[in-house]
C-alpha cells in the first residue's frame, strides 16, 4: 500500500523532537500566542526573507487578513487563477470584494499575466497570484502589471514554502503573502494554523491587531476584528519541523526527478513546467482516461489526489459569479484530466516504480 501522503514517516523519524516541544509547551502554561509563537514567528520570517510574520488561525484566515490589512474591501476586484483551492476565492469573497477569475498558462497550469492583463478594470484592487503545487507564478511579469496600474499583490503561498525564484523565497515578492500549515502542507503543523508575512511593518501591525479581536492591548479594542490566532503547541510543532523543511524539499525535489524520469521512459507527461524552484507540494500529471487510471490504482492500494477536479468558476458556491463552461479553456481541460500521485519526502524510488508502472499499464490499455 501506497499512501498519498504518509504523515506517519515524517512524524516516526522526529517523534522525540516533537514530543518535547509538546511536553515543553504544556510546562509553559502558555496555550494563546506568547513567547513560542513570537520565537516561531521571527523564524519563519527569516526562513521567508521578510522583515515580519504573523502567525494566524489558517490559511484561509492569513489570506482574509492580509487582504483585510492591505484594504480590499467591497466595491473591490481582486484577480485570482481558475485553477486554485477555492479557499483563495472565499477570503475575497469573505471581505465583500469580487473574485474575478482568470485562466492558467498551458505550461505551468499557474495563473496567466497576459489573462491578467486583460481583466484589468477601474474596480481592480489586487492580485493574488497562487504558488499551486509549490511551483512559482512568473513573479517579474506579474509584479510589472501590478506596477504599471498601481494594484496590491498578495500571494497565495499556501502550497509553496520554500519555494523560489532568482533567489528570493515565495512570500517575499508581494505587500503581502498567506501560508497555510494545514497537516498535510509541506511545513504542516499538527492541526490548523497560517501566517501573513510581509516587509511592510504597518501591515504586519495591522494583521496583529485583527488576528486578536482588534485589541491593542488587554480589552482596549482600537478595530473590529477576528479571533483568528496561533496555538503555541502549533508553533512550538512548526518551530521543529521547520528546521527540517529544506532538506523535506530537497527529498521531495529529487521524487520529482525520479517521477519526471520514469513517466518520460513510459511515454507519459510529466508535472507541468514552471519558473524557479518548485517544492512539489503536489506532483499532478494529465493523463488520457482519469477513471481507468483511478481504478487501477485503487486496485494497487495506491493513493492519488485531484488538484482540482472543478475549477472555480464552475462552483455552485460562485454561480452569483455568472462565469460559464468555456470560458476558461486551460483550467477546464486540466481539470478533467488531473491526477496527484503519491508525494511526501519519505517517498522511495521503489514506491515512485510501481506508481508509474501502474499507471502506464492502465494508460496503453486505453489507447488499444
Ligand atoms: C491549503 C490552501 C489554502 C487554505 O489553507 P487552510 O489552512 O486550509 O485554510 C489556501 N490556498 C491554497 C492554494 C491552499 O492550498
Not at 471581505?95 to 505551468?108: C, H
Request: aromatic content about 6%; overall charge negative.
Amino acid at each position: 500500500m501506497i499512501r498519498f501522503v504518509d504523515l506517519g514517516r515524517q512524524h516516526a523519524a522526529i517523534h522525540a523532537e516533537l514530543s518535547l516541544a509538546i511536553e515543553n509547551t504544556v510546562q509553559s502554561g502558555t496555550f494563546i500566542l506568547g513567547p513560542t509563537v513570537e520565537r516561531f514567528e521571527r523564524a519563519f520570517a527569516g526562513y521567508c526573507g521578510v522583515a515580519h510574520c504573523v502567525g494566524v488561525g489558517s490559511g484561509t484566515a492569513a489570506l482574509q487578513l492580509a487582504l483585510e490589512a492591505c484594504g480590499v474591501g467591497p466595491g473591490d476586484e481582486v484577480i485570482i487563477p481558475a485553477n486554485t483551492f477555492i479557499a483563495t476565492a472565499f477570503a475575497v469573497s469573505e471581505r465583500g470584494a469580487r473574485p474575478v477569475l482568470v485562466d492558467v498558462e498551458e505550461t505551468s497550469k499557474l495563473l496567466d499575466p497576459l489573462a491578467v492583463e486583460q481583466a484589468l478594470t477601474r474596480r481592480t484592487k489586487a492580485i493574488v497570484p497562487v504558488h499551486l503545487y509549490g511551483a512559482m507564478v512568473d513573479m517579474d511579469r506579474v509584479a510589472a502589471i501590478a506596477r504599471a496600474h498601481r494594484l496590491t499583490i498578495i500571494e497565495d503561498a499556501c502550497q509553496a514554502h520554500g519555494a523560489s525564484l532568482n533567489g528570493r523565497r515565495a512570500g517575499s515578492f508581494g505587500a503581502a503573502a498567506a501560508f497555510s500549515f494545514y497537516p498535510s502542507k509541506n511545513l504542516g503543523a499538527l492541526g490548523d494554523g497560517g501566517a501573513v508575512v510581509t516587509d511592510d511593518a504597518e501591515i504586519a501591525s495591522r494583521v496583529r491587531l485583527l488576528r486578536d479581536l482588534g485589541q491593542r492591548s488587554k480589552y482596549d479594542h482600537i478595530v473590529k476584528g477576528d479571533n483568528s490566532r496561533l496555538d503555541s503547541l502549533q508553533a512550538a510543532v512548526l518551530e521543529v519541523k521547520l528546521a527540517h523543511l529544506d532538506a523535506w524539499n530537497a527529498a521531495r525535489r529529487k521524487c520529482a526527478s525520479r517521477y519526471d524520469e520514469l513517466l518520460m521512459k513510459a511515454g507519459l507527461a510529466t508535472a507541468p513546467r514552471s519558473v524557479g524552484e518548485p517544492v512539489f507540494h503536489i506532483y499532478a500529471i494529465p493523463v488520457k482516461d482519469r477513471r481507468q487510471v483511478a481504478l487501477a490504482l485503487d486496485e494497487a492500494r495506491i493513493g492519488y489526489g485531484i488538484h482540482y477536479p472543478v475549477p472555480i468558476h464552475l462552483q455552485p458556491a460562485y454561480e452569483d459569479l455568472g462565469y460559464r463552461p468555456g470560458d476558461f479553456p486551460v483550467s477546464e481541460a486540466w481539470s478533467a484530466h488531473t491526477l496527484s500521485l503519491p508525494m511526501f519526502p519519505e517517498l522511495t524510488s521503489e514506491e515512485i516504480e510501481t506508481v508509474v508502472r501502474t499507471i502506464a499499464l492502465s494508460e496503453r490499455a486505453v489507447r488499444v
